[in-house]
């Protein structure tokens, strides 16, 4: 299972982002799917999830700014970012569960300046 994180970059409050997670040995279309983020000295915290059949769940902090998507296609997982503001700075990691084990993207870094 991999799964491979980019779109991160530095952006001021206010700004947008789309973020990526191209996954690869599951089969997507049948996996629910996750984004986390952990801001420098914090533990990794949800962001929101989306199911096979794409509903989807966000913390109260990014409900509304944040849209979560997905690509069966192309087995990626999209994080779309708008209205950005300081506090969302932080690595993000996309994330899924397989055989009972939870795995990990390598974090793709998010920094908005105010």
């Known amino acids: 299972v991999q799964l491979q994180a980019s779109g991160g970059g530095s952006v001021q409050a206010g700004g947008s982002l789309r973020l990526s997670c191209k996954t690869s040995g599951i089969n997507f279309r049948i996996h629910g799917m996750s984004w986390y983020r952990q801001a420098p000295g914090n533990q990794r915290d949800l962001v929101g999830n989306i199911s096979s059949s794409h509903s989807t769940n966000y913390v109260e902090s990014v409900e509304g700014r944040f849209t979560i998507s997905r690509d069966n296609t192309r087995n990626t997982l999209y994080l779309q970012m708008n209205d950005l503001k300081a506090e969302d700075t932080a690595a993000y990691y996309c994330?899924?569960?397989?055989?009972?084990?939870?795995?990990w993207g390598r974090g793709t870094l998010v920094t908005v300046s105010s």
């Open positions: 994330s899924t569960f397989w055989r009972g084990r939870q795995f």
